[in-house]
Nanobody, 118 residues
Framework: HVQLVESGGGSVQAGGSLTLSCTAIGFTSADSDMGWYRQRPGNQCELVSTFSADGSTYNKHYADSVKGRFTISEDISKDTLYLQMNNLKPEDTAAYYC??????????RGQGTQVTVS
């Protein structure tokens, strides 16, 4: 049974930072492209960032709204994906969801982790 467990959300003031974590259970995170989605209040689910590895080459993509402020990374020894979020803005307030793209575990589903920026 494959599962993604998100953590690290919280409440911060604008300009603050948070790091989200996502642990893969039942599969090896290195075997899938990974990513983060979010759903802001009243908005549709949106893809925030993706991470893929091809040997020693890492490909990272970001939505324009978070580019330069968010950094995605992965620790394959821990099967864990991270999203470092700096200079947070009130519009970053959302529920954040981890995704395993190659396993079709995508979109805003599951428990997620809530980020509130005031």
């Amino acid at each position: 049974h494959v599962q993604l467990v998100e953590s690290g959300g919280g409440s911060v003031q604008a300009g603050g930072s948070l790091t989200l974590s996502c642990t893969a259970i039942g599969f090896t995170s290195a075997d899938s492209d990974m990513g983060w989605y979010r759903q802001r209040p009243g908005n549709q689910c949106e893809l925030v960032s993706t991470f893929s590895a091809d040997g020693s080459t890492y490909n990272k993509h970001y939505a324009d709204s978070v580019k330069g402020r968010f950094t995605i990374s992965e620790d394959i020894s821990k099967d864990t994906l991270y999203l470092q979020m700096n200079n947070l803005k009130p519009e970053d307030t959302a529920a954040y969801y981890c995704a395993a793209l190659d396993l079709h575990l995508t979109g805003c589903r599951g428990q997620g982790t809530q980020v509130t920026v005031s």
